[in-house]
């Protein structure tokens, strides 16, 4: 299956590197198409650097937009037109630094990442949160756990995109364990309760019912 990376920073080249070695052939795509270009030499074959992000999204069965937070919206609407009938993976953490340089959440308590996304994505698009609830050195190290596989915590409201995102999820080295509905995608994020846990399935689920 092929899967379009947008974003291939720390996380983005993270992701794109376990779910080439599991055998998806990927599409890359950055800001600064060199950046994308490097990583898909770095992976060789089965992943290609796109001329740009729509190009991106061509034959992809799936995206996953590994972007920052403040720059998610600006790259959905620029690709909307593409995203029909494709899975949206989101990995973001609606974080940034403050002026000091502590990190901060860019959204009011209570309102949860999952919910902001669904109403930038054009109506019928397909979203599940996932991917960005371990930090990319953590994630990168659990993957392929042996001899049990670590979890691999997503939300989303979509069945088929559930079953589309534990494929994509499987195919990374882990067990996919849903959290809940995208309203749950806080759970996941820098500072909720199942962030960066590197914990088995049974252990995993047992924690799904406990917030
Ligand atoms: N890093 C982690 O450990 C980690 C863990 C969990 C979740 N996350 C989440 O993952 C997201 C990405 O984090 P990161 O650490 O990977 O950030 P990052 O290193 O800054 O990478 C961001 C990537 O986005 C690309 N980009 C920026 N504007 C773009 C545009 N208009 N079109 C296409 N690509 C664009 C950049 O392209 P260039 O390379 O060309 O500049 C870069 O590759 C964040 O929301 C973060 O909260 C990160």
Known sequence: MTTAVIGTGGLGSVIARVLAAGGETLRLSSADRASAQRLAAGIGHGAVAAVDNHDALGGADAVILALRFTVLKSVIDEIADGLTGKLV???????????HGNVQRLLPEGQSS????????????????????????????????????????????????????????????????????????????????????VVGPAKARSLIGEA
């Open 114 to 197: 999952g919910e902001v996304v669904t109403g930038w994505l054009p109506a019928g698009t397909r979203l599940a949160m996932a991917f960005g609830s371990m930090s990319g050195n953590v994630f990168e190290s659990a993957s392929n756990r042996s001899p049990e596989p670590a979890a691999l915590f997503y939300v989303t409201d979509d069945d088929r995109a559930g079953q589309q995102v534990e494929r994509l999820i499987r195919t990374a080295g882990f067990e996919p364990v849903k959290a809940g509905g995208i309203n749950q995608s806080t759970r996941l994020e820098v500072g909720g309760d199942l962030h960066d846990l």
């Open 89 to 99: 993976v989101v990995p973001s953490n609606p974080v940034g630094l403050d002026a």
